[in-house]
């Protein structure tokens, strides 16, 4: 992994025009003005909301090495693009062609992000991103950012329609590519489950010979071909990976055993929740495909943590669930039925699950119906409901915002209770959680 670069070097390689000293030296690449350091590299994005553009100046003063900016801008020294949102990916491929150690990319509906904790805890020295940076933005400075001391390296991608995971892979180009699974996300953009298939499958279909696909074995949409070699996982017995015995601790934590062609391990996951068990599955299959034995993986999957706001339990005078960095159908019911099984009364706290287009009337239903089918003693809806309240009947209780939901819950929770907060990021209720773990004094 060389870096650092010249900014002559990095416009050759993004066909971009520079002006300035081509010899100004390259030794990172950001893309917000208030993480410039002496030779940062300013590559101004231009979002929905926020024009990088006008951080540029800031970003020089800030001791930027250069800009990549759009035409027109005076500042110097600056790499003129078309498009600074493809020039980024274009320098993220460059760093990609220098790196010389296994890439592994994960995607699929849920469990994204938890894979990838759990993958950075089993790879030796493997870099990852801490946060959920899976997206145009977020996977090129995972690339770019990796140390030069790295053994691994695990990208974590998203998608929101077709040719986007695609349009990402020049700057990936896994050696091992993992669906963690496919569900009900982002239908607004998809349509179908099936085109939602079809745009999962582009990672895999980045594959070289030498690369290996890791795939759910219980999903039809993806028994395709591909250049690559297949290792399965689940609890199907045709499993390459199988996971079996499956049990919850009081924190959700579960055990189980997994079993390969030649062995078998009893797995005891840090992680709260029924779905860890498939992706500590997938990342086993992984690990195997790289080279680990079994032992090495399991070690590393038990001293694996989760990533902020994904199933955090705080315990105080009531438990607190922290589930609400982002929803979907599979992700809310697997909340709903780990937090089911924690000693105590149940409460969830959910708010929209959003982009699910035609079906999204049906499955907040269902989600509020599910609760009631489990035995929660109330749900509380915050903001726009689709209909939750509608399929929890009685237990429903409708809250504006987040300040009338925290005053109904002093009303509602009683000591020992669990309290479940879940929904999609744009809902925004971290900061209930916080209050309630305030409340709870956790």
Not at 136 to 161: I, K, N, Q
Not at 211 to 216: I, K, M, N, Q, R
Not at 316 to 336: E, I, K
Not at 393 to 403: K, R, T
Request: hydrophobic share 45%; proline share 5%; aromatic share 4%.
């Amino acid at each position: 992994m060389r870096l650092p670069w010249t900014l002559g070097y990095v416009a050759d390689g993004i066909a971009g025009s520079l002006v300035g000293d081509p010899g100004r030296l390259v030794a990172d690449v950001v893309v917000d003005s208030r993480l410039v350091a002496d030779g940062s590299l300013f590559c101004a994005l231009r979002g929905e909301n926020v024009d990088g553009l006008q951080f540029a100046d800031a970003a020089l003063a800030g001791g930027a090495s250069g800009l990549v900016v759009p035409g027109g801008f005076e500042g110097e020294p600056r790499i003129e693009v078309e498009d600074t949102s493809t020039a980024l990916l274009d320098i993220a491929a460059l760093r990609r062609a220098e790196i010389d150690v296994p890439v592994v990319a994960v995607t699929g509906s849920t469990g994204k992000t938890s894979t990838k904790d759990l993958l950075r805890s089993v790879l030796p020295n493997a870099a990852a991103s801490p946060r959920s940076y899976n997206n145009e933005v977020g996977v090129p400075l995972t690339v770019l950012g990796a140390p030069s001391d790295a053994d691994y390296l695990v990208v974590e991608v998203g998608s929101r329609g077709r040719g986007q995971i695609k349009w990402l892979m020049p700057a990936v180009r896994p050696d091992v590519a993992i669906i963690t699974n496919l569900g009900l996300v982002h239908l607004e953009s998809f349509g179908t489950v099936e085109t939602l298939a079809d745009a999962k499958w582009e990672l895999v279909a980045s594959l070289t010979e030498s690369g290996t696909a890791v795939l759910p074995a219980g999903e039809p949409r993806l028994r395709r071909t591909h250049l690559g070699k297949t290792l399965t996982f689940g609890v199907e017995p045709s499993a390459d990976i199988v996971v079996v015995d499956l049990t919850l601790d009081d924190w959700g934590r579960p055990t189980f055993d997994l079993l390969t062609a030649n062995d078998r391990a009893t797995v005891h996951l840090l992680l709260p929740g029924a779905p860890q068990a498939l992706n500590a599955a997938a990342t086993t299959a992984a690990g195997l495909a790289l080279g680990l034995d079994l032992s090495t993986i399991v070690a590393g999957l038990e001293s694996a943590t989760g990533s902020a706001w994904r199933m955090e339990i705080h315990r105080g005078r009531f438990t607190v669930v922290n589930d609400a960095y982002n929803a979907n159908p599979d992700s809310v019911l697997a909340a709903l039925q780990t937090v089911a099984v924690l000693p105590g009364r149940h409460i969830a706290v959910l708010g929209k699950m959003a982009e699910l287009g035609p079906v999204e009337v049906e499955e907040h239903r269902r989600m509020g119906s599910e609760a009631a089918r489990l035995g929660y003693v109330a749900i509380v809806t915050v903001g726009d409901d689709p209909g939750i309240a509608s399929g929890a009947g009685a237990i429903a209780h409708a809250a504006d915002d987040a300040e009338a939901a925290m005053a109904m819950l002093d009303d509602l929770i009683e000591p020992g209770d669990v309290v479940l907060v879940k929904a999609s990021r744009a809902v925004g209720l971290e900061g209930l959680a916080a209050l309630l773990r305030e409340e709870a004094g956790t």
